[in-house]
């Protein structure tokens, strides 16, 4: 079997729902309306799972679904989908530390509901007050798992890693004053973290949050798709 689409501009794997469970997800910057829409079109025909295609401009969503029909648009997540999952019994709390750190939040929320996980989300959760995590603990150790939003320093990672024994995903966000170096300063505390076992991706990558913990869904046995009969 062929497991590549040639479209002249883009080489289509389509072979990945196969293997991971998920079609390619489309990167949207870079790209023009029509090669977003053209890979777009490819992936639907030739899979059967959400098709995702993230950090897409308004203007370039809005002409997007002008083309490929039956699409949504989050406009906070910049986050354009197609066919989402069916829900799977596995529930996602999404922290983040403070108002400033929602978009990357917003994106950690759509794709997560997108790819079919029961996503819960409690913003202004930062350290700076920390009985606002206290005050949500039961919340944050009701999930399967969770995603750790955080810009400045970073500790709300560790902080959450230490309440919960989840897997926790944290994200380190390009917020704050010089020092806070977009992002890195939060990146490399919570590569340092003292909480045992945080998982740590990109600087403001909610996208890569979402799909870690929808590999850690997909390797639970009991996590399976909703009895709808």
């Known amino acids: 079997m062929n497991e590549v689409l040639d479209l002249g501009y883009a080489r289509l794997d389509i072979g990945r729902e196969a293997r991971q469970?998920?079609?390619e997800v489309v990167y949207g910057p870079g790209k023009?309306?029509?090669q977003i829409a053209g890979i777009v079109g490819g992936l639907l025909e030739h899979n059967s799972g959400p098709v995702l295609a993230t950090r897409?401009?308004?203007?370039?969503a809005a002409a997007v679904l002008e083309r490929v029909d039956a699409g949504a648009y989050d406009e906070e997540a910049r986050l354009l989908h197609w066919r989402p999952a069916a829900s799977v019994r596995f529930s996602v709390v999404v922290a983040a530390a403070g108002t400033s750190d929602r978009p990357?939040?917003?994106e950690a929320i759509a794709v997560a509901s997108a790819v079919g996980l029961d996503?819960?989300?409690?913003?202004?959760?930062?350290?700076a007050g920390l009985d606002r995590v206290l005050q949500v603990r039961g919340l944050l150790r009701s999930a399967d798992a969770l995603i750790v939003v955080a810009g400045m320093e970073g500790?709300?990672?560790s902080v959450v890693g230490g309440l919960?024994?989840?897997p926790v995903v944290a994200v380190p966000v390009s917020t704050g004053y010089g020092a806070s170096l977009e992002g890195v300063t939060a990146l490399l505390a919570m590569h340092a973290s003292c909480a045992a076992g945080v998982t740590v991706v990109n600087i403001d990558?909610?996208?890569?949050?979402?799909m870690a913990v929808h590999r850690i869904a997909r390797s639970r046995p009991a996590a399976g798709r909703e009895d709808t009969g």
């Open 21 to 23: 469970g998920l079609p």
């Open 32 to 34: 023009t309306v029509e």
């Open 56 to 60: 897409v401009a308004p203007e370039t």
């Open 104 to 106: 990357v939040a917003a």
């Open 119 to 127: 996503t819960t989300v409690v913003h202004d959760v930062g350290v």
């Open 155 to 157: 500790a709300l990672a």
């Open 164 to 166: 919960v024994c989840a």
């Open 205 to 210: 990558s909610g996208f890569s949050a979402a």
